[in-house]
């Protein structure tokens, strides 16, 4: 059974900072391209952080510079560190495992002006 848990979010003011976590079981991790994806209200669900099994990163423009997505293979955690947080950046996060079917559950992260 493959479950994705994440922990982190929550409210903080523009400027701020926040760490989402996810832990895998059930999958091969280590293999597993992992990413990040926001979904802002009314919008469609975007991949702004992905990471390879080999730590290879990619960023969407708009995260690029003040978000960081790395990985602990041997934790089964994959982390999202939110830098310089913005209220567009206001969404709900879910971690990913690229080609499956399988979501966390969500995180929601409010920032404030």
């Known amino acids: 059974q493959v479950q994705l848990v994440e922990f982190g979010g929550g409210l903080v003011q523009a400027g701020g900072s926040l760490r989402l976590s996810c832990t895998a079981s059930g999958i091969i991790f280590s293999l597993s391209t992992m990413c990040w994806f926001q979904q802002a209200p009314g919008k469609q669900r975007e991949c702004v952080a992905g990471?390879?099994?080999?730590?290879?990163?990619n960023y969407v423009d708009s995260v690029q510079g003040r978000f960081t997505i790395y990985r602990d293979n041997a934790k089964n955690t994959v982390y999202l560190e939110m830098n310089s947080l913005k209220p567009e950046d206001t969404a709900v996060y879910y971690c990913?495992?690229?080609?499956?079917?399988?979501w966390g559950q969500g995180a929601q992260v409010t920032v404030s002006s």
């Open positions: 990471i390879t099994g080999g730590g290879i990163t």
């Open positions: 990913h495992p690229m080609g499956t079917r399988y």
